[in-house]
């Protein structure tokens, strides 16, 4: 299992300010050490996290008591900097500390309290004690189930165990799972990745929930660039695939138009997008259409300055290019246009 991996999957999400920092709001002595460890976990930087937790640790024991739930949010996140350095032995009286208090609480004061059983899951999971692991995430997803936040670091985790043992169907149904206004920049490639790989399978369906998500943070964070056109091209194919013709068809033409805006319309990287809406203009009876998209194909070319590989000026046989002019090509001779 990546420790490391797993334990950044909560980074911002192991206590708002408004819970860990109050009343400390005024003179924010512990709100700063907090953020600042917060930030050297999201980089891996395990033994510098663990100094910061220790120092809101003490100063949350000596403001609210040690046995009082808000402290366990620190006991959690200082075991968590103690696991991403695989010293869980260390870390093992702090998991159990922190569960016992959290664990008391009937019902939880706050849902971010949830977390606490988080991050004993993923304590038990490095110790290789899956059922529970499972167990603890289950109650973890009940009793945080209020909080969009405590509902992402779960599924996120989730996420995270289900693709290191290959299953990608139970990975891309979790992070369907997570609200999506909380995806970041980071989970587009992870969703293209986890998409590509259910496509490879046959699993269109939750390749095009993969795809949906990862075009919902580009064009929330990106709009109008090459990243947009890219993901919702594959969007796209993945719609074709499950059989959503009309809504595949409208994406494709709009990738198609986004990558003319971007990158002009004799540039290669529409290739493939117009290849898949010929196919489907000609499965749909729009001959003329899938002609159309053929023969704009056939007149890509590549430019002889061009920094984008694999596309280079004098195209072989296997250049991605002429893969794609060889389907239309094929498409065109099927419907009985000469090329």
Avoid at 122 to 148: C, F, M, N, P, T
Avoid at 160 to 173: H, I, M, N, S, Y
Avoid at 247 to 255: D, H, S, Y
Avoid at 316 to 338: F, I, K, M, V
Wanted: aromatic content about 6%; hydrophobic content about 45%.
């Amino acid at each position: 299992m990546d420790v490391e991996a797993t334990v950044i999957v909560l980074i911002g999400l192991l206590g708002p300010a408004s819970v860990i920092g109050w009343p400390f709001l005024k003179q924010r002595r512990i709100l700063v050490p907090w953020r600042i460890g917060n930030a050297l976990l999201a980089e891996g930087r395990f033994a510098e996290a663990e100094a910061k937790f220790r120092e809101t640790l003490e100063m949350a024991g000596g403001r609210f008591g040690v046995d009082h739930w808000r402290t366990s949010l620190h006991m959690n996140a200082l075991a968590l900097s103690l696991v991403g350095q695989n010293r869980l032995d260390d870390a093992q009286p702090l998991v159990e500390r922190a569960f016992a208090i959290a664990d008391a609480q009937k019902p939880l004061p706050h849902p971010d309290l949830a977390l606490v059983f988080v991050g004993a899951s993923i304590y038990w999971a490095s110790r290789k004690d899956d059922a529970r692991a499972q167990s603890l995430l289950e109650r973890a997803r009940r009793e945080g189930r209020s909080s969009r936040h405590v509902r992402a670091a779960i599924e996120r985790t989730v996420v995270l165990r289900a693709a290191q043992k290959g299953d990608e169907a139970k990975a891309a149904d979790a992070y369907s799972r997570v609200p999506t206004e909380l995806l970041k920049e980071r989970d587009v490639g992870k969703l293209a990745r986890l998409a590509i790989k259910l496509l490879h399978v046959g699993d269109a369906r939750r390749a095009g929930q993969c795809l949906r998500a990862a075009l919902s943070v580009v064009t929330r964070v990106s709009s109008g660039e090459f990243a947009e056109a890219f993901y919702r091209g594959l969007l796209g194919e993945a719609l074709v695939r499950d059989g959503h013709e009309e809504e595949a068809r409208r994406e494709l033409e709009q990738a198609a138009v986004d990558y003319d805006a971007i990158v002009g319309g004799s540039h290669p990287a529409s290739a493939p997008v117009l290849v898949v809406l010929a196919e489907l203009r000609a499965r749909m009876g729009d001959a003329d259409g899938a002609r159309s998209a053929c023969k704009r194909v056939l007149r890509l070319a590549v430019p002889a300055t061009s920094p984008l590989e694999p596309y280079r000026a004098g195209a072989s046989a296997a250049d991605p290019l002429e893969a794609e002019r060889d389907r239309a090509r094929t498409l065109l001779a099927r419907l009985g246009q000469p090329t």
